[in-house]
């Protein structure tokens, strides 16, 4: 869906409409690619960041994935019930317990890559240019919405425990 971006005065909420728009698509989209590898978005990057780091706190975990821990309970939970993850205890303090992987990495690594490769085959029809131009601006964003008081992008829920 394409607007007409009009005059320079006009750009402002364009640009808010059409990144509303594209974030929503995306989402959809993303969350379509995820499944193809496997599983769900949040799933895999759970799986992914623990097969990376190896067993992790769930607090970790949380902070790692920008998702708030009852998430990542409702996440594990989930994936521990499908026998691909446990919780076992830390080895030196017995108030905290680990996740660990109980599938096989290469399942993860490859359920990972392929939805890595739907995300680069998107951003690949894109001149080297454009690409390091968003890029650029995509980090911009990123650091503005950080800085801003008051405004948090971690700890969003994440759908699709």
């Known amino acids: 869906m394409a607007l007409n971006f009009g005059d320079s005065d006009s750009l402002l909420p364009a640009l808010a409409v059409q990144t509303g728009v594209f974030v929503d698509a995306f989402g959809r989209w993303a969350s379509r690619k995820a499944a193809e590898a496997g599983a769900s ?20 975990l949380a902070e790692a994935l920008t998702v708030t821990p009852r998430n990542v309970t ?9 026998g691909l993850v446990r919780r076992v205890p830390h080895s030196t303090d017995r108030r905290v317990t680990l996740v660990e992987l109980t599938c096989s990495p290469d399942r993860v690594a490859a359920q990972f890559e392929a939805y890595q490769g ?9 001149a080297v240019d454009d690409q390091r131009t968003l890029l650029r601006l995509l980090g911009t964003l990123h650091d503005r919405m950080h800085a801003e008081a008051g405004c948090s992008v971690v ?3 994440a759908p699709d425990a």
């Not at 409702?74 to 499908?82: F, K, R, S, T």
């Open 155 to 157: 700890g969003a829920e």
């Open 118 to 126: 739907s995300m680069e085959r998107l951003f690949d029809g894109l």
């Open 74 to 82: 409702a996440l594990v939970d989930a994936l521990e019930g499908e």
């Open 41 to 60: 978005v949040p799933r895999l990057r759970l799986l992914y960041s623990v097969l990376c780091h190896g067993p992790q706190k769930m607090a970790d």
